[in-house]
Antibody, heavy 122, light 108 residues
Framework: EVQLVESGGALVQPGGSLRLSCAAS????????MTWVRQAPGKGLEWVSA????????FYADSMKGRFTISRDNSKNSLFLQMNNVRAEDTAIYYC???????????????WGQGTLVTVSS | ETVLTQSPATLSLSPGERATLSCRAS??????LAWYQQKPGQAPRLLIY???KRATGIPARFSGSGSGTDFTLTISSLEPEDFAIYYC??????????FGQGTRLEIK
């Protein structure tokens, strides 16, 4: 069974940093592109960042570029999101998700974690 | 950036009725469109990808159609568990990957 479990969400002050993790199991992690998607309270879904299976190529939404860094450790079946210089508008549930097709960057997402809440407030 | 506009914002129907949800793209996304269902307190669930392919385990009452800029998600006969928020998402003109604003399907 495919499982994705996020962790690391917390209350953080504006300008602070946070590192989110996503532990994957039940599939060959290194063969799948992965992504982070967020959802502000009561709002819709917003794509944050994506990374290829090998980790050699990354993609970001413009508002996160330069502040967020996506990475992965295929030896530990883990995905990360380093969040720096956070803003109040970064407050959201952050989900990690898996691309549908292994070995591609086909960005439809067939498995999702339960999410981790990041709250940016002083 | 490709903007996805979903309509209606809210759809009120009864169990057993047919639901038709629309997603319109600001530019062609070919057939690279997905639909997700989200219930309160839960993560999104993939229903349809590549416009018309049902994801694993999705009941046959869910179907997707369309290409280019106009897409439809149809639920042939609503079950009580289908009342939720539905999002469309495109993956052809990315980054960024974009989602529609959602359609809330509520019980009438």
């Amino acid at each position: 069974e495919v499982q994705l479990v996020e962790s690391g969400g917390a209350l953080v002050q504006p300008g602070g940093s946070l590192r989110l993790s996503c532990a994957a199991s039940g599939f060959t992690f290194s063969t799948y592109a992965m992504t982070w998607v967020r959802q502000a309270p009561g709002k819709g879904l917003e794509w944050v960042s994506a990374i290829t299976g090998s980790g050699d190529t990354t993609f970001y939404a413009d508002s996160m570029k330069g502040r967020f860094t996506i990475s992965r450790d295929n030896s530990k079946n883990s995905l990360f999101l380093q969040m720096n210089n956070v803003r109040a508008e970064d407050t959201a549930i952050y989900y990690c998700a898996r691309a549908v097709v292994p070995g591609s960057i086909d960005m439809s997402f067939d498995s999702w974690g339960q999410g981790t809440l990041v709250t940016v407030s002083s | 950036e490709t903007v996805l506009t979903q309509s209606p914002a809210t759809l009120s129907l009864s169990p057993g009725e047919r639901a038709t949800l629309s997603c319109r793209a600001s530019q062609s996304v070919s057939n690279y469109l997905a639909w997700y269902q989200q219930k309160p307190g839960q993560a999104p669930r993939l229903l349809i990808y590549d416009a018309s392919k049902r994801a694993t385990g999705i009941p046959a009452r869910f179907s997707g159609s369309g290409s280019g800029t106009d897409f439809t998600l149809t639920i042939s006969s609503l079950e009580p568990e289908d009342f939720a928020i539905y999002y469309c998402q495109q993956r052809v003109n990315w980054p960024p990957i974009t989602f529609g604003q959602g359609t809330r399907l509520e019980i009438k």
